[in-house]
């Protein structure tokens, strides 16, 4: 079981994260707009993130800490 | 249940915001290199040389010593600086703006008298900083601003693969190529950059990394899109994987 957090104030909603996340969980939530003025990228189910690292690896930005 | 963090930014890494462009992976690379010297042991005695171009502001996230070269003369400048300091860990990050056109004199002849340093070349085969203007390493048939209709060989003849043209350099000891796209490649573009660190610690001399990174913004693509082009279109004419390693 894993978990993610993300600084959304610093997410530029490049979706790169979305397209590495092996379980797709990974959306933009377009309910917000952070002060950079991008929607930025929210975990839909945390009990499905399994702390495996790729969408942070990813993360062009640095935004995602990952536990486990 | 208690929780382990697995993954953070690097120490390596100054807690600034990158500038760069949604999408832009040269993120992705500043984080490698971080990692690798951290990893290494080199955080107190790296100095960093950076380049004119998007990442003209990498003295600003780096937590090392930072020199600011001219345009395509930061590895004149590495080379002074280990020059005097021949225990330093020296890394040149560069854009193939920098490398590739302006600065092919300064990188050539400091692969010819082997300076011990590593060069880290992003190639996103256009001018970034300047609003996408075709570079040297642009594809043929790529469209810049420069270049509206796609590059046109007769007119501006072909691009220049950098990494094949320093192999050919006696004092060259390691070429790579990698990229920066999906995991798999992220953590190969790693081991290269580690590699790299490790040799010149080892004093084998001159080593560079080309790294092949996206441009969203100068492609006009969405970052998915760039990546899926990089993967399919400059690969294509820009072959991954070990060009030189030895002399």
Known sequence: MGKVKFKEDACKGCRLCMSVCPK???KIDETKVNPKGYHPVTCTDLNQCTGCTFCAVMCPDLIIEVYR | MSETLVFKRPDMLRNVGFHYCPGCTHGIIHRLIAECIEELGLSDKTIGVAP?????L?????????????????PAVA????????DACVFTYQGDGDLASIGTAEIIHAAARSE???VFFVNNAIYGMTGGQMAPTTLVG????????????????MPIRMSEVMAAIEGAYYIERVMVVDVKSINNAKKAIKKSLQYQMEGKGFSMVEILSTCPTGWGMTPLDAVEWLKKDMVDYYPLGLIKEGN
């Open chain 1, 24 to 26: 797709k969980i990974l």
């Open chain 2, 52 to 56: 004119v171009g998007c990442s003209v």
């Open chain 2, 58 to 74: 990498a003295y600003d996230y780096f937590n090392c010593d930072m020199q600011e070269a001219a345009h395509g003369r930061a």
């Open chain 2, 79 to 86: 080379t002074g600086i280990k020059r005097v300091h021949e």
């Open chain 2, 116 to 118: 011990n340093i590593s």
């Open chain 2, 142 to 157: 790529q469209k810049a601003t420069t270049s509206p209709h796609g590059r046109n060989q007769k007119y501006a003849g």
